[in-house]
């Protein structure tokens, strides 16, 4: 099983500063990674799927970088609404997915 | 709008099983797959298995292989996931999510609170 490993647990950030989230894979995922935002009561929303390509409807302030086994999720100027839990995950095993534990993202 | 709803909350007996429904609309249904993941109380995201809407074939998460069953009606779009021999942390939200081929799960069900007491 690919174990997805994310940091850091907690992100302590101010609105409008940019915020950077790291997703790290057991083994080489590709480009078969995924980014989602989960708000409290709320199901999982897709953001970015491809490592980089933002979901429809996702604002350009969330990007998506990395290959292999290292990806990043940064938002560039976090606005109230960011705050919230993001989840990566990898596709890359045939119809076997996995999700990492989780970055909590709140305000400082 | 690609839309998937979810049956009600569900509270088991240990022991017992649960059997959640997903019904799909706003798409061809047999033309993605369904997954569920499911999210114990203050816990992150763990997949419990795939379906393909189009043939039925399966893949369940090894922890839960001989516990979970996963099945589509087509003639409803409506998709479903049986748990059985519940036990206490088995109590979590349930999420169905559509799959496109490509393997991300683009549209999320509202959730089902299952919870599992005696």
């Known amino acids: 099983e690919i174990v997805m490993t994310q940091s850091p647990a907690t992100l302590s950030v101010s609105p409008g500063e940019r915020a950077t989230l790291s997703c790290r894979a057991s083994q080489s995922v590709s480009s078969n990674l995924a980014w989602y935002q989960q708000k409290p009561g709320q199901a999982p929303r897709l953001l970015i799927y491809g490592a980089s390509t933002r979901a429809t409807g996702i604002p350009a302030r969330f990007s998506g970088s990395g290959s292999g086994t290292e990806f990043t999720l940064t938002i560039s100027s976090l606005q109230s609404e960011d705050f919230a839990v993001y989840y990566c995950q990898q596709y890359n095993n045939w119809r076997t997915w996995t999700f990492g534990q989780g970055t909590k993202v709140e305000i400082k | 709008q690609v839309q998937l709803v979810q049956s009600g909350a569900e509270v088991k007996k240990p022991g017992a099983s649960v059997k959640v429904s997903c019904k799909a609309s706003g798409y061809t249904f047999t033309s993605y797959g369904i997954s569920w993941v499911r999210q114990a109380p203050g816990q992150g995201l763990e997949w419990m298995g795939w379906?393909?809407?189009?043939?039925?074939?399966?893949n369940y998460a090894q922890k839960l292989q001989g516990r979970v069953t996963m099945t589509t009606d087509t003639s409803t779009s409506t998709a479903y996931m049986e748990l059985r021999s519940l036990r206490s942390d088995d109590t979590a939200v349930y999420y169905c999510a559509r799959a496109p081929p490509q393997g991300y799960f683009d549209y999320w069900g509202q959730g089902t609170l299952v919870t599992v007491s005696s």
């Open positions: 379906i393909s809407a189009y043939n039925g074939n399966t």
